[in-house]
């Protein structure tokens, strides 16, 4: 399949949301009265990037998957990429929180560390999404060891059963598998590519003027904290705005580049937020509403820039020197070669 700057653009996109959720929320914590800070609804439906990012992952992993014969390697390159990074910003905030004398225990850091789900969450909170990340990925690798044809189809079949067992996220790591499954079979029209997007979208905003009629006595923080009901909420929407991007002819089509770029950079801008947010509050206190919410945003994506060209990019042409030496095969994909 071709490279696709749509998919990029859309990445960089859910991970700016993301981002200017959590500049929202450290407003809500020191009292600000800005409308997205009152406004639940609204404010919670910016968390939509987060639910975009997993029917991605399911999306791309599947479809690279089903042209690497190696388990081993397949999985080797995942933690490559992501776990470093993640330890290394783990530990910043470990630092973090033990000068503000809010200690984790050894607990709550070997679980982190280890991608362990737990109910205060990982000591670098925005790892929680990890966790089910690292799963999705040990699920393809075994299919890929088990050499099962079609992993896109027997990676949603897994995620579906897992989802509807114990973990409902999952679920849309299983849409993203056959968003690729579909992609690889058929290419929709332009005409359709816009309504899908225009459906997804409206879904979406309907689904935060909803929110108005909860009431000021729902309590949305328990709610988004049962992933079932956040999944029944956005991930219908999700995975229609995901397959509006990658169906259709324009998913090989030139893109903004500097979008493609920032969704290139997608993964250290989310991971490397909670630095940029610490920062923004000791430097940008003195702004309020959307004035603080924008320069702490752009502080938290300029941050992630910068690792992504002195980190994760060097970093990962590093992993070139590993990627064509021969490694050990559990067991080849029927087909494959090598």
Not at 258 to 280: D, E, K, M, R
């Amino acid at each position: 399949m071709q490279r696709l700057d749509s998919l990029q653009v859309l990445r960089a996109i859910a991970a700016i949301a993301v981002v200017f959720y959590h500049t929202f929320y450290a407003l809500v914590l020191r009292g600000d009265g800005c409308w997205l800070c009152e406004n639940e609804s609204w404010r919670k439906s910016m968390i939509f990037g987060v639910d975009v990012f997993f029917v991605i992952s399911g999306f791309i992993v599947s479809t690279v998957a089903d042209r690497d014969p190696s388990a081993l390697r397949f999985l080797i390159k995942r933690v490559w990429k992501v776990v470093p990074l993640y330890y290394v910003m783990t530990g910043i905030e470990y630092w973090f929180k033990v000068r503000m004398g809010a200690i984790p225990s050894w607990e709550q850091v070997w679980k982190s560390l280890l991608f362990f789900r737990q109910p205060a969450g990982p000591v670098l909170i925005h790892g929680w999404t990890l966790v089910y990340e690292m799963w999705f990925y040990g699920v393809m690798a075994l299919l890929i060891a088990l050499g099962a044809r079609g992993l896109g189809w027997w990676g949603a079949a897994a995620m579906l059963a897992m989802g509807w067992y114990r973990w409902p996220l999952l679920l849309l790591f299983a849409g993203g598998c056959v968003i690729g499954e579909v992609a690889k079979l058929w290419t929709a029209p332009r005409w359709l590519g816009v309504g899908l997007m225009l459906f997804g979208l409206s879904w979406w905003m309907a689904l935060s003027w909803q929110g108005e009629a909860y009431g000021r006595d729902f309590n949305w923080e328990a709610a988004f904290g049962n992933h079932l009901w956040r999944v029944q909420r956005f991930g219908v929407p999700a995975l229609i705005v995901v397959a509006a991007v990658v169906l259709p002819v324009w998913r090989s089509a030139a893109m903004p580049g500097w979008l493609v770029f920032l969704g290139n950079a997608s993964y250290p801008i989310y991971i490397c937020q909670q630095v940029g947010l610490v920062l923004g509050g000791q430097y940008f206190g003195w702004m309020g509403g959307l004035q603080y919410a924008a320069a702490v945003t752009l502080l938290c994506v300029g941050l992630g820039v910068a690792v992504h060209l002195l980190w994760e990019k060097p970093y990962g042409q590093a992993w070139k020197a590993i990627y064509v030496r021969p490694l050990p095969r559990l067991r080849e994909t029927p087909g494959a070669s090598s």
